[in-house]
T-cell receptor, first 111, second 117 residues
Framework: DAKTTQPNSMESNEEEPVHLPCNHSTISGTDYIHWYRQLPSQGPEYVIHGLTSNVNNRMASLAIAEDRKSSTLILHRATLRDAAVYYCILRQEGSARQLTFGSGTQLTVLP | GAVVSQHPSRVICKSGTSVKIECRSLDFQATTMFWYRQFPKQSLMLMATSNEGSKATYEQGVEKDKFLINHASLTLSTLTVTSAHPEDSSFYIC?????????????FGPGTRLTVT
């Protein structure tokens, strides 16, 4: 699976939007962009995924660059419970391979 | 989403003893289960992949005789850490994937914190 690059850490104020960037310049045409997050002492949980178009769900929005070499996970109003490590992972469509985690971005939400 | 459970959530054992961790898919049949290990401040590292009814495939550097994996049914996989040592203390996370066309999403358990004293 292609490699992704994320900042090690970010801070946000509570109730403000957060934009978490991810670079994936070697993405292939069949790679989906997945985001997972891991709250302290818990297993990862699915957040959102997309291929080309921007995606919205109840947890977040995913904005994908036109050339697909980068994407941004958007939390519209950060809460203290959103403090977690956010992982951006590329996965080929229909792949049977396991998810491979990079180092992710540690998001700190300040009250 | 699908639910994966792990038991126990945390365990403390003495050096030299063995510990078994269970991973269950509660509402779907998991043909493939993955075991990850996570040390403090680090990312998840895949240890092994198991398919129901087959022997597990271990990642390079993971001792198969130390980390015994059994995936005897479509809803249960177990990881046994044999002759545990303090350096095996870690957060162990299982993940399950269902069967059928399009079932390639992975669902994660809540993790098991192992402390070896």
């Amino acid at each position: 699976d292609a490699k992704t690059t994320q900042p090690n850490s970010m801070e946000s104020n509570e109730e403000e939007p957060v934009h978490l960037p991810c670079n994936h310049s070697t993405i292939s045409g069949t790679d989906y962009i997945h985001w997972y997050r891991q709250l302290p002492s818990q297993g990862p949980e699915y957040v959102i995924h997309g291929l080309t178009s921007n995606v919205n769900n109840r947890m977040a929005s995913l904005a994908i660059a036109e050339d697909r070499k980068s994407s941004t996970l958007i939390l519209h109003r950060a809460t203290l419970r959103d403090a977690a490590v956010y992982y951006c992972i590329l996965r080929q469509e229909g792949s049977a391979r396991q998810l491979t985690f990079g180092s992710g971005t540690q998001l700190t939400v300040l009250p | 989403g699908a639910v994966v459970s792990q038991h126990p959530s945390r365990v403390i054992c003495k050096s030299g003893t063995s510990v078994k961790i269970e991973c269950r898919s509660l509402d779907f049949q998991a043909t493939t289960m993955f075991w990850y290990r996570q040390f403090p401040k680090q990312s998840l590292m895949l240890m092994a992949t198991s398919n129901e009814g087959s022997k597990a495939t271990y990642e390079q550097g993971v001792e198969k005789d130390k980390f015994l994996i059994n995936h005897a049914s479509l809803t249960l996989s177990t990881l046994t850490v044999t002759s545990a040592h303090p350096e095996d203390s870690s957060f162990y996370i299982c993940s399950a994937r269902g069967s059928g066309a399009g079932s390639y999403e992975q669902y994660f358990g809540p993790g098991t914190r192992l402390t070896v004293t």
